[in-house]
């Protein structure tokens, strides 16, 4: 069973960068894609950042420019830099990984989510 743990949440000002960490218990694996998801209350989760094997990326619209998502394969650990947050990107963020390759993925992993609050 894969662990992710995340950490780097917490309360910021509008305008201002937090860096976002997940790391996972072991690296035995094939990861076909690592991600972030997030989920504002009474909203349901929706992707912020994929990174798929080969360095693919993929963001949502909302975040283009702002977030970047990066992963240290040494370490295992991936990361999520946001610069210039907004309050709309107050939500409880989520690290992702799916096992396989692209023509079957083997089990998804999720970690338990850390808060992200930017407000003045």
């Known amino acids: 069973q894969v662990q992710l743990v995340e950490s780097g949440g917490g309360l910021v000002q509008p305008g201002g960068s937090l860096r976002l960490s997940c790391a996972a218990s072991r690296s035995s694996y094939s990861i076909y894609r690592m991600g972030w998801y997030r989920q504002a209350p009474g909203k349901q989760r929706e992707l912020v950042a994929t990174?798929?094997?080969?360095?693919?990326?993929n963001y949502a619209d909302s975040v283009k420019g702002r977030f970047t998502i990066s992963a240290d394969s040494a370490k295992n650990t991936m990361y999520l830099q946001m610069n210039n947050l907004k309050p709309e990107d107050t939500a409880v963020y989520f690290c992702?990984?799916?096992?396989?390759?692209?023509?079957?993925?083997?089990?998804?992993?999720w970690g338990q989510g850390t808060q992200v609050t930017v407000s003045s």
């Open positions: 992702n990984i799916e096992v396989g390759s692209s023509l079957h993925i083997i089990s998804t992993h």
């Open positions: 990174l798929a094997s080969g360095g693919w990326t």
